[in-house]
């Protein structure tokens, strides 16, 4: 799997959006974009994924770039709940695909 | 509509005892994955089985860990003779199918304490 670098922490005010980046310049044209996050101690929480096209659900909206080399994540309006490790995960269809490499992510702290 | 449910939630063990983890899987999910955090680390891949049968077991210690996934029943992930080095979170994902499109979610996890 390709791999990612995400900064390691960030801040955002409640009621603002979080735009979490993640660079993954060596991602093949067959690798998803995956993030997920991790609220103290629980498991990894499903966020969205995208190949090419940029995605949106209830969570956040996914934008990856025209060359596929990067991607961020926006969370329209963070609240304190939204405090957790943001990771970015690439994974391939192939053999292996299947492991979720998890990074260091990004710690993001959403104040009041 | 449950998720991944995983038991015990807390396991609390003496060196050189048996821990068994349990792992059910969203319903009708046949893919299910082990992963091991370390205190302040990241998760690590450690086996992934589909239905009777391990896949690529290439994260799992050769020994004493071993892994199940019963054609009736929970995936179970076994650490025989604990150490205190095998004190972590044990998490547990499940996916309907194999590759990078079909999503993985993770169980709330077993935390386990080797005194």
């Known amino acids: 799997d390709a791999k990612t670098t995400q900064p390691p922490s960030m801040d955002c005010a409640e009621g603002r959006a979080a735009n979490l980046p993640c660079n993954h310049s060596?991602?093949?044209?067959?690798?998803?974009v995956y993030w997920y996050r991790q609220i103290h101690s629980q498991g990894p929480q499903y966020i969205i994924h995208?190949?090419?096209n940029n995605e949106t659900n209830e969570m956040a909206s996914l934008i990856i770039t025209e060359d596929r080399k990067s991607s961020t994540l926006i969370l329209p309006h963070a609240t304190l709940r939204d405090t957790a490790v943001y990771y970015c995960i690439v994974r391939a269809p192939y053999t292996g695909g299947f492991k979720t490499i998890f990074g260091a992510g990004t710690r993001l702290f959403v104040k009041a | 509509n449950a998720g991944v449910m995983q038991n015990p939630r807390h396991l609390v063990r003496r060196r050189g005892q048996e821990a068994r983890l349990r792992c059910s899987p969203v319903?009708?999910?046949?893919?299910v994955y082990w992963y091991r955090q370390l205190p302040e680390e990241g998760l690590k891949f450690m086996v992934y089985?589909?239905?009777?049968?391990?896949?690529?077991e290439s994260g799992m210690p050769k020994e004493r860990f071993s892994a199940e996934f019963p054609k009736e029943g929970p995936s179970i992930l076994r650490i025989q003779q604990v150490v205190r080095g095998d004190s972590a979170a044990y998490f547990c994902?499940?996916?309907?199918?194999?590759?990078?499109?079909?999503?993985?979610?993770f169980g709330p996890g077993t935390r386990l304490l080797v005194l």
């Open positions: 089985l589909q239905k009777e049968n391990i896949i690529d």
């Open positions: 060596t991602i093949s044209g067959n690798e998803y």
């Open positions: 319903k009708g999910h046949s893919h």
């Open positions: 995208g190949l090419k």
């Open positions: 994902a499940s996916s309907p199918g194999q590759g990078a499109k079909e999503t993985q979610y």
